[in-house]
């Protein structure tokens, strides 16, 4: 049985490349393959270049302070770049989306900005080439031409009575043409993930990490069982086919519908079953639960007077400028303790308002594996949403850790006193500032890869599942004429 369905794939594999046209939609399509790689890195090394120089700018520019009050250093803040994971080249993913950096200062929490479509001319609204839309897309329609006739043909020329009657079954046939379909797709994947391992592993500076390895074994596998689902239902098609042009219409059909038509209309459901808050519908509901607890900038606020009442008790004396540590810098540790956590509760209730809308795409892989190997393929390539929520709640933590170290070197450096006007502000000195280390972003681990995508995952394996069992059992249904 094996040696009947190996030369059913041979045959089928041989029949594809001594077709010109074939052949001719293979070799475009791995010349654009091979131009959504080159756009791909050059993508990866232009932007990534772009971040760290101006990453090290900052960085340059906070060292490079005078001596300065350390609340002035908090308002004068820290700009966090998001850096792209070496993989991102494979799949853009929201990249161009996403913003690139965010300001961080005290008593404020900012949006990420800059993102490439912010700076864009509009032509980002018709997509970007990359290697995953390629693979996604693209390589299904080669499969379509190649398989829809696979069986149907055979029937149309009288030859498939033939063939069964040489102790072929329905079973080795259909396997066989399924695998030489493949073969063909694999003949231009293989190169092209070699070619992805080179540059993965050159813009990794050839310090290649276990992690990232497992992401690219995973995502090369991933691809691998969607080119064999899309394969074995493209040659299910033509089997029940009636004629060749009917399998063809069906399977063009299926790709508009599944890849085109589909994923927009279950964003649009998710958006409308969960709508999000407006931008200023969101910092609206902050301010007003900020304001709700007190203004630390307000002496007369009743929640900080009654704080400054009780440490007034506490260190037995009646002036804030007696007490043994800087009172102003107490009370701004305090504000900044009370609006982040405000805040961070807001963000999440946001975010889990967009995983929900974002959940409708993931079910409905169920139904269309594209939108599973699309999850899939992003999370992997560190350029999902999920990457870019991670980098929102690193950079406020960095915020957070940033803004209470300015007003403890207050509480601890900064007199009571107020000069007089002929006097020299108060200021400690610059050395401090290299205390506080700079932003690195780090990425998730593939663990917290596997668990936030475990239901695309799921489906992508059912489907599997589901096209293996179809090419074992369904051959009682199917028609020899």
């Not at 070496?86 to 404020?108: P, Q, R, T, W, Y």
Request: with cysteine; glycine share 4%; proline share 3%.
């Amino acid at each position: 049985m094996p040696n009947r369905i190996s030369t059913i794939a041979k045959q089928t594999f041989k029949t594809a490349l001594n077709n010109r046209a074939t052949l001719a939609l293979t070799l475009l399509l791995g010349l654009s393959l091979g131009l959504a790689t080159y756009v791909g890195w050059q993508n990866f090394k232009t932007q990534n270049n772009q971040r760290l120089h101006y990453k090290e700018l900052v960085r340059a520019q906070w060292l490079a302070k005078p001596d300065k009050h350390p609340h002035r250093m908090a308002h004068y803040g820290y700009l966090a770049f998001r850096e792209k994971h070496e993989l991102s080249f494979f799949d853009f993913g929201i990249e161009s989306f996403a913003g690139v950096s965010i300001f961080l200062e005290a008593h404020k929490q900012n949006t990420v900005n800059f993102s490439e479509a912010g700076f864009s001319n509009g032509t980002l609204r018709f997509g970007e080439i990359s290697v995953a839309m390629v693979l996604q897309l693209l390589v299904p329609l080669l499969i379509f031409f190649l398989g829809y006739n696979s069986i149907s043909a055979e029937r149309e020329s009288g030859t498939l009575k033939i063939l069964l009657c040489q102790n072929v079954s329905w079973k080795q046939l259909l396997w066989g043409k399924t695998l030489g379909i493949i073969a063909v797709c694999l003949s231009i994947f293989i190169p092209l993930m070699l070619l992805t391992i080179l540059l993965w592993a050159s813009l990794s500076h050839w310090q290649i990490s276990g992690d990232a390895s497992l992401r690219l074994t995973v995502l090369i596998l991933s691809y691998a069982i969607y080119f064999f689902i899309v394969s074995a239902i493209t040659v299910l098609v033509s089997a029940f086919a009636r004629s060749s042009k009917s399998a063809l219409t069906t399977l063009l059909a299926c790709w508009i519908f599944f890849m085109v038509i589909m994923p927009r209309i279950t964003q649009a459901i998710g958006v409308k079953i969960y709508p999000s808050p407006s931008k200023i519908e969101f910092a609206d509901a902050i301010a007003t639960d900020i304001h709700k607890q007190g203004d630390s900038h307000n002496p007369d606020d009743p929640h900080y007077a009654a704080i400054k009442d009780s440490l007034l008790k506490t260190y037995g004396v009646t002036d804030v400028k007696k007490l043994p540590f800087n009172y102003g810098g107490y009370i701004m540790a305090e504000g900044e303790k009370i609006t982040s956590k405000i805040y961070s509760n807001h963000q999440k209730e946001l975010n889990k308002i967009f995983e929900k809308q974002n959940s409708i795409t993931t079910v409905a892989g169920f139904i269309n594996p594209y939108l599973s190997l699309k999850h899939i393929s992003m999370a992997l390539t560190a350029s999902d949403f999920d990457t870019f929520v991670d980098f929102q709640n690193q950079a406020e933590a960095y915020r957070y850790q940033l803004a209470q170290k300015m007003n403890k070197l207050q509480i601890d450096k900064i007199s009571n006193i107020a000069p007089g006007e002929e006097e020299k502000p108060l200021a400690i000195s610059k050395a401090n500032w290299a205390e506080q280390p700079d932003f690195n972003y780090h990425f998730g681990k593939l663990s917290s890869v596997i668990t936030n995508e475990l239901l695309a995952l799921s489906a992508l394996t059912c489907w599997l599942l589901a096209t293996v069992m179809l090419l074992q059992y369904t051959t009682r249904w199917i028609k020899t004429i």
